[in-house]
C-alpha cells in the first residue's frame, strides 16, 4: 500500500522562528489533508492540498504531486504552534481510508 | 461547522467488560471511521463505515466490532476489554462529496485504560 514519511520526527523551536515539516509519499494521490494535533489530542484539519499551495495565517502548504511530496510551512511560530502535525493521503483510488505519516513533533520554546 | 462528538474523554474499565465508544457527527456525512492512536505506531485504522449499517475492518479490527444503525452515529465495541486496549480512541467523518469536501474531521478523542 501507499507509504507515507514525514520529517523530521520532532523540532524544537524558538518563538518566532520559522519551520518546514515534509511529507513524502509512494504513489500519486488526489487527496492530501494536514493536521495538527494539540497537546489535549485533538486533531484539527489544515489544509486540504491534493496539489498547488494554500495559505492561512502564518501557516501555509504546498504540495508537489508530480514529485510526490508536500510542506507545511509554519512562519512567526507560537508556543500555541506546539503539538503533532500529521500528514495524510487516502490508501488507494476513490472513496478510501486515509492512511496517516508518524507525524512531525514541534515544540515552541518562549 | 462541523462537529464530531465522542462520549467520554477518559474512561477506566476493567479487563473482561464490555465496553462502548461512542461518536455523532452532525453534518450528514456518509464515512466514518474509528481510529486509535498509540505512542510510536501513530494512527490506525480499526474500522470505518461508507454508510448506515456499512461496515469494513480496518488495519487492526482484531477484538473489536461497530455499529451503524443511524447515519450520525458510529459505535466501537470492545466485546471484552484487555490491558492491550488500552489507548487514545479517534472518531472521524467525512462526505463522500468530492474535493475539498473529502475534508476528515476528528472528535475530540476518548482516552481508555483498562486496568
Known amino acids: 500500500g501507499i507509504q507515507v514519511e514525514q520529517s523530521p520526527p520532532d523540532l524544537i523551536l524558538q518563538e518566532g522562528a520559522n519551520s518546514t515539516l515534509r511529507c513524502n509519499f509512494s504513489?500519486?494521490?488526489?487527496?492530501l489533508q494536514w493536521f495538527h494535533q494539540n497537546p489535549w489530542g485533538q486533531l484539527i484539519n489544515l489544509f486540504y492540498i491534493p496539489s498547488g499551495t494554500k495559505q492561512n495565517g502564518r501557516l501555509s502548504a504546498t504540495t508537489v504531486a508530480t514529485e510526490r511530496y508536500s510542506l507545511l510551512y509554519i512562519s512567526s511560530s507560537q508556543t500555541t504552534d506546539s503539538g503533532v502535525y500529521f500528514c495524510?493521503?487516502?490508501?488507494?483510488?476513490?472513496?478510501?481510508?486515509?492512511?496517516f505519516g508518524k507525524g512531525t513533533r514541534l515544540s515552541v520554546i518562549a | 461547522d462541523v462537529k464530531v462528538t465522542q462520549s467520554s474523554r477518559y474512561l477506566v474499565k476493567r479487563t473482561g467488560e464490555k465496553v462502548f465508544l461512542e461518536c455523532v457527527q452532525d453534518?450528514?456525512?456518509?464515512?466514518m471511521f474509528w481510529y486509535r492512536q498509540d505512542p510510536g505506531l501513530g494512527l490506525r485504522l480499526i474500522y470505518f463505515s461508507y454508510d448506515v449499517k456499512m461496515k469494513e475492518k480496518g488495519d487492526i479490527p482484531e477484538g473489536y466490532s461497530v455499529s451503524r444503525e443511524k447515519k450520525e452515529r458510529f459505535s466501537l465495541i470492545l466485546e471484552s476489554a484487555s490491558t492491550n486496549q488500552t489507548s487514545m480512541y479517534l472518531c472521524?467523518?467525512?462526505?463522500?462529496?468530492?474535493?475539498?469536501?473529502?475534508?476528515?474531521?476528528f472528535g475530540p478523542g476518548t482516552r481508555l485504560t483498562v486496568l
Open positions: 453534518m450528514d456525512h456518509e464515512n
Open positions: 495524510a493521503v487516502p490508501v488507494g483510488s476513490g472513496n478510501t481510508p486515509l492512511v
Open positions: 504513489d500519486s494521490v488526489n487527496n
Open positions: 472521524a467523518s467525512r462526505s463522500i462529496e468530492g474535493g475539498a469536501s473529502r475534508t476528515q474531521y
